[in-house]
């Protein structure tokens, strides 16, 4: 299953970069044959694994996070081999931090200049985020044949939230359902920012990095490259939309309004991104005029929220109490069943009500009280999950934190690149804000970056597993079972 899975992720990986050598034709660029042999390269790779591999009966809950976990790690060392090939990175770790931060959609970049690179090899920094931001899993499952529960797994695996949802009682079709949204509002949003001035080359390129929340732009400047309040106001709706549930957005689209109506949670977002809004409108000490800073505010929350990440504004001149809601929101994410990072709404309100009910048994130590979202009761087994998420990702931020300032960063710098690429948001404070990048910092710090934007992006468990699967007795058994 594991080299199944691993050859059609290449097999789609290829085929992205096989598009970009399109675009690079069209545009008369110089890196026409380096993209085309590239993407050749790892079709070819990708469709023998696929061909010459078939999915078991039996999938095991252990093989599905080493197959989830394998098939980003190969996602990411691919993704590498277009800026190698084309020289656009001079060096392998630099490769695959862009190419990690792509495929996570963190949108945390070390290319200097981003402009000075072809038509083509932007496009496929936008496209591998196109292709984490549903997942490449949900798209396998989408293709793949019924597997069981064993497809339901691989989509729980990947999908962020503590739960996967079925959209129809076939998993299959819950898959294809997702990524036809997906994709659809990828092209609706491309044809509304080119209906406001962009090009079709631009349009499409922010369009990829705006519905996955990835961030990644042709340009140096970001979205503020067009100058243009509106394409700004159109990038604040399609961030937030982006950050909330694709499933509610899904059966809203069906004529179901009960979801949208009864989410707890999606009135925590929306609260949670007025409320900063608001905030840091009064707070910035920009300036600006009054249109302008609501208008940076919403931009910046939505991009920080959502964890897309595109800049139209240098938030680390704004005020401290505005950097310091900022630098709160950053590991905060969207809604459970978006495409943005962090930790998520839900989880926020299941941490909430779990404190509640403990705090309640200081005085009834014999109380007996589920822990809630909204009108839905966690069981034990959900709840304690979400709890030991909440640690893993709390120590996660921590060990993120002291590594990345052992290597000599100051500590501004170290806790928001922390904060924001786990939260794979991108741009953070400091030596990486909205103006910098990640080449300011050391090469061990961009290492542990790409430990955790892959942390965030696969929400820890998936691949701590994978490293228990890696024991050489489970290996091992692995292996005779794989055989047998």
Known sequence: MVLHVVGITLGVCGAGVLVSALVETIDGGPDVVALLASGAAITIVGTALWQGTKIPDNIALLDVFVTVTAAWVSMALAGAIPYIATGSL?????????SVSGFTTTGATVMRPIEGNSAGILFWRSITQLLGGMGVIVLVVAVLPTVGSGGMNLLEAEAPGPTGERLTPRVRHTARNLWVLYLGFTLVLAIAYIAAGMSIYDG???SFTTV?????SPYNASLGHFDSALIEWIAIVAMFLAGGSFAIWYRLLRGDTGPLLRSVE?????????GAIVVVALTNDAGTTGHERIRDAAFTVNAIVSTTGFGTADFGAW???SQAVILLLMPLGGMAGSTSGGVKMVRLLAVASYAHRETLRQLHPRLIRPVRIGGSVLDDGTANKIMAFMVLALATFGAGTIIIAMTGVDLVTAVSASATLYGNVGPGLGEVGPTNDFLNLPGLA?????????????????LLLALVALQPRRVKAFVIRQRT
């Open 266 to 274: 999606l009135r925590l977002y929306v609260t949670l991104v007025l």
């Open 204 to 206: 499409f390129a922010h």
């Open 446 to 462: 961009r290492f542990v970056g790409m430990g955790s934007m892959m942390l965030g992006r696969l929400e820890i468990y998936p």
């Open 319 to 321: 005020s401290d109490a």
């Open 90 to 98: 001079s060096s392998v770790d630099l490769a695959m931090f862009e």
């Open 212 to 216: 996955s929340t990835g961030g990644f």
